[in-house]
């Protein structure tokens, strides 16, 4: 005699799908790397450049801090000066290198006639680059 049960369930069924996701994971991470290394692989040329005393490099544009406080003291990088030394200033800056931008920072209480007359007195030196300093975190209050 059999002791088991009658009714027999149905074992469940293999799965006949493939898994997408490891697929997935494993291409986008080749995606990246790719990405990462294909601009290395360009610029990984080696070449030896000709020397030329002739062709020196540029120097960078840099720039010259130009400063208003609310009395009408005018700064050039933190240094306090006169109208005269202040021209002075701006014109060494445009003969040593005329794309040399002129960051220019004034208080809010200059009237606008001053800050007007030191951009032409940047541009009366061969500076033409000019650049407004603001101040952003008081813009989002």
Request: glycine share 6%; proline share 6%.
């Amino acid at each position: 005699m059999s002791f088991g049960r009658l009714e027999r369930t149905a074992a469940p069924q293999p799965m006949s799908e493939i898994n997408m996701t490891p697929l997935v994971d494993v291409m986008l991470v080749l995606v990246v790397i790719f990405i990462i290394t294909a601009p290395l692989l360009v610029s990984a040329v080696k070449v030896d450049l000709p020397k030329s005393a002739g062709a020196a490099t540029l120097e960078a544009p840099k720039f010259i801090a130009l400063t208003v406080d609310k009395t009408g003291q005018v700064f050039v990088d933190d240094k306090p000066l006169d109208a005269r030394a202040v021209a002075a200033a701006l014109r060494q800056a445009g003969e040593r290198n005329p794309d040399t931008e002129v960051r220019l920072r004034a208080d809010t209480a200059v009237p606008y006639g001053r800050v007007v007359e030191l951009m032409g007195q940047a541009h009366l030196a061969g500076l033409h680059r000019i650049g407004f300093v603001t101040d952003t975190a008081a813009a989002r209050r």
